[in-house]
């Protein structure tokens, strides 16, 4: 199988993958457009596999059925050529036989587009065809029923080759079968050009088309997969993605068509499921959390452009409702998600014992509509519990759903309690060793009240009046407009004064006060020692 990225339908030939044989034949599938009946409006496309069926029978001179039925199908396809002769017992050639007709049945259980049939003799040259009658569907016969739920409207009538020989049936005017369809018409061979040959007809119908099927998961072409992991966000936060798309032209369109899902133990597990009842829309969400998570959480769920949900109030609350008959008592959440035997669902896998998300909250969600999106509130939610419910919505009236894409989009957000953070080191941790106001390591770095440049021209921090009691020894404010240290941009300070050439500060205030006092005494000590030698003389 050839997996392509999505690009249209001329550009099939930049193919990216990986070739596989399905049921033994070599066929390709293709991601290709389909914008007629584009599944969604956001570059999404429905994967498609080419696929050749072939079915054929022996119809022997005066014989009410066929024998040697021989068929190669994929998909459930049902193929057949039925057929019959009359003329009863004895009869030796078609010359004494019934006119030889044959019932061409196509059937399918999944959604084609391209389809074509060609209907033709095998191996007898001298057959012809003359005509054909009894189109119909549902197919005539004995077709199953589950190949007559879907009724097609607008049948073509086969053509007849030149030659007589073949017939050529497109079955429909676009082309394409819808899931559980089928059609049939009878065609009835010449058997005045068989004479009294003996010899039985061999009729070999070969049906061909593309067949959609869920897209391969590729990071470049997510398309229609079944996605096992999707975004849980991060551990530290509700943050989770859900999409999925509604399409009846998928393979068993309930189980495909989910472009994003949760399935995380260590977080929880959520999807949007999608089922027709009628021509309404039904989306169902189930949501399991492993952890609790706080009041408010919001699912927000956004609708594509061609249909709407309808009012809130005709929401379908699942939440808490049991689960008839289980064992151990589980409820229809788990149900819908695989019931027993399902190892998502257990604490103990395998043994279907102690299930998961087995609480209920206390209290309901509430649903309204803002903008056309479905906004769920979700209460608060206890460790290993869940809720569900199911919305309507209806298709807009210009599409049909048969052969349209429904596109949902869903993201839940929300926060987890404060244990489950610091159980997750989502917390930043407490400071134990912050400096205190008498360790600032800016304290012995800047001027004190005591030691400030203008001290001498300012009342110190003694005579400071202190409202608050603040010590003495705290750096004081810095006046607007003033630099750290109380000096201009040249190197003077507020009185004008010089630094050292070295950087440091010219020693004023107390210390030189102190200086001039020792100056002092040496010239009174040196003015008495002068006097007295000269008394001595």
Same mark, same amino acid.
């Given at each position: ?146 190949y007559k739920k879907t009724k097609l409207t607008n049948l073509v009538e086969p053509q007849l080759a030149d030659d007589k020989k ?23 061979g010449n058997k005045e050009v068989l004479g009294d040959s003996t010899e039985p007809l061999t009729v070999k119908v070969t049906v ?152 209920v909250p206390a209290e309901m969600p509430t649903y309204e509509l803002v903008d056309g999106k479905l906004v769920v509130t979700l ?52 400071? =134990? %060793? /912050?400096? &205190?106001? *008498? @360790?600032? !390591?800016?304290?012995? +770095?800047?001027? #004190? $009240? =005591? %030691? /400030?440049? &203008?001290? *001498? @021209?300012? !009342?110190?921090?003694? +005579?400071?009046? #202190? $409202? =608050?009691?603040?010590? &003495?020894?705290?750096?004081? !404010? ?60």
């Amino acid at each position: 199988m050839t997996i392509l990225k999505p690009v249209k339908l001329l550009a099939l030939a930049s193919a990216a993958g990986t070739a596989l044989l399905l049921s033994g034949v070599g066929i390709s599938a293709a991601a290709i457009d389909t914008s007629k009946n584009d599944p969604t409006d956001d570059g999404q496309v429905t994967c498609f596999e080419e696929f050749t069926w072939t079915s054929q029978s022996t119809l022997h001179p005066g014989a009410s059925d066929v024998v040697d039925r021989e068929k190669e199908l994929t998909h459930g396809a049902d193929v057949a050529v039925d057929g019959w002769a009359g003329g009863g017992s004895g009869v030796d050639g078609w010359d004494e036989s019934g006119t030889p007709t044959f019932r061409i049945v196509v059937g399918t259980l999944s959604y084609l587009t391209d389809v074509s049939a060609t209907i033709a003799y095998v191996d007898n040259d001298s057959a012809e065809f003359t005509d054909t009658n009894s189109l119909v569907s549902p197919a005539a016969g004995a077709t199953p029923p589950e190949y007559k739920k879907t009724k097609l409207t607008n049948l073509v009538e086969p053509q007849l080759a030149d030659d007589k020989k073949s017939l050529s049936w497109n079955i429909t005017e676009d082309q394409t079968l819808l899931q559980n369809s089928s059609a049939s018409f009878n065609a009835t061979g010449n058997k005045e050009v068989l004479g009294d040959s003996t010899e039985p007809l061999t009729v070999k119908v070969t049906v061909t088309g593309k067949i959609a099927v869920p897209c391969e998961e590729d990071p470049d072409n997510p398309g229609y997969y079944d996605a096992e992991e999707g975004s849980a966000g991060s551990v530290c936060e509700v943050d989770w993605t859900l999409a999925s798309t509604m399409d009846r032209r998928l393979i068993d369109p309930s189980n495909n068509g989910y472009r994003s899902k949760v399935r995380d133990t260590d977080n929880g597990l959520s999807e949007i499921q999608h089922f027709f009842i009628g021509e309404t829309l039904r989306w169902r969400i189930p949501i399991g959390t492993t952890e609790p998570i706080k009041a408010g959480a919001k699912l927000v769920l956004e609708p594509g452009d061609n249909w709407t949900f309808n009012d809130p109030s005709t929401v379908e609350e699942q939440t808490g409702v049991e689960w008839a008959g289980s064992s151990p008592q589980m409820y229809l959440f788990h149900r819908f998600y695989g019931g027993t035997g399902t190892d998502l669902l257990f604490h103990d896998p395998g043994t279907n014992e102690n299930p998961r998300f087995n609480n209920v909250p206390a209290e309901m969600p509430t649903y309204e509509l803002v903008d056309g999106k479905l906004v769920v509130t979700l209460p608060e939610m206890p460790a290993d519990s869940h809720i569900m419910f199911t919305a309507a919505a209806t298709p807009n009236e210009d599409t049909d759903i048969n052969t349209t894409g429904y596109a949902i989009d869903g993201k839940l957000t929300g926060e987890y309690p404060e244990e489950v953070l610091e159980s997750r080191g989502c917390l930043e941790p407490t400071p =134990t %060793d /912050d400096p &205190t106001a *008498t @360790d600032d !390591p800016t304290a012995t +770095d800047e001027p #004190t $009240a =005591t %030691d /400030d440049p &203008t001290a *001498t @021209d300012e !009342p110190t921090a003694t +005579d400071e009046p #202190t $409202a =608050t009691g603040k010590p &003495t020894d705290d750096p004081r !404010p810095t006046p607007p407009g003033d630099d750290d240290d109380g000096r201009d941009d040249n190197g003077r300070d507020d009185n004008g004064r010089d630094r050292d050439r070295d950087g440091r500060l010219p020693r004023t205030g107390a210390g030189v006060g102190s200086a001039l006092f020792g100056a002092a005494l040496l010239i009174g000590g040196g003015a008495a020692v002068v006097m007295a030698a000269r008394r001595r003389r």
